[in-house]
């Protein structure tokens, strides 16, 4: 299974845009790449997820390069709502493996 | 829509005692999986189960037992329990069908301690 690494920790301003990245050196032809949320006290919870290229929807996008031993989850102008924990996780087949995530602290 | 239910949301026992936390989603999922994050760390994998009638061991399966008794429900066992099994257990269910576009739907957590 492939393992993830991501930063511990990121500051950032209301308003701005935040990049998250996540490198996955192994991943396999068929991993799927998601990315979570989590706040204090919740379960987490979905946020995107794609194969390749670039995926978008509501509230994130996800850029993936074509070798996709990487990925960058990308926050548009966050607010202090989005200070939370965000996990990458590379899963195949049902297997959901979480890593330690990146803490996201937004400051006002 | 009640989605993944877990009960207790809190408990505290004494070493060597047993307990069994419950898991019920309404879904109709599915996969269902049982997760343990301990302070400041990541959520590590204990037991997951892909259909009704089947388990696997993830990660961290040492000191527990699951029951996945029906596609509703999925329970985990701590036949006695230690202190290093202090943690926040957290259930989850998939929609598995493929191993497309899944997603971990959680329930809200059962903080345990054990003395």
């Known amino acids: 299974l492939a393992k993830t690494t991501q930063p511990i920790s990121m500051d950032s301003y209301e308003g701005q845009e935040v990049n998250i990245t996540c490198s996955h050196n192994?991943?396999?032809?068929?991993?799927?790449i998601t990315w979570y949320q989590q706040f204090p006290s919740q379960g987490p919870r979905f946020i995107i997820q794609?194969?390749?290229t670039k995926v978008t929807n509501e509230v994130a996008s996800l850029f993936i390069p074509a070798d996709r031993k990487s990925s960058t989850l990308s926050l548009p102008r966050v607010s202090l709502s989005d200070t939370a924990v965000y996990y990458c996780l590379v899963y195949n087949f049902n297997k959901f493996y979480f890593g330690s995530g990146t803490k996201l602290n937004v400051k006002p | 829509n009640a989605g993944v239910t877990q009960t207790p949301k809190f408990q505290v026992l004494k070493t060597g005692q047993s307990m069994t936390l419950q898991c019920a989603q309404d879904m109709n999922h599915n996969s269902m999986y049982w997760y343990r994050q301990d302070p400041g760390m990541g959520l590590r994998l204990i037991y997951y189960?892909?259909?009704?009638?089947?388990?696997d061991k993830g990660e961290v399966p040492n000191g527990y037992n699951v029951s996945r008794l029906n596609k509703r429900e999925f329970s985990l066992r701590l036949e006695s329990a230690a202190p290093s099994q202090t943690s926040v257990y957290f259930c989850a269910s998939s929609d598995y069908r493929s191993g497309t576009n899944e997603k971990l739907f959680f329930g809200s957590g059962t903080q345990l301690s054990v003395l």
């Open positions: 192994n991943i396999a032809t068929n991993d799927y």
């Open positions: 189960s892909a259909s009704e009638g089947t388990t």
């Open positions: 794609g194969y390749k």
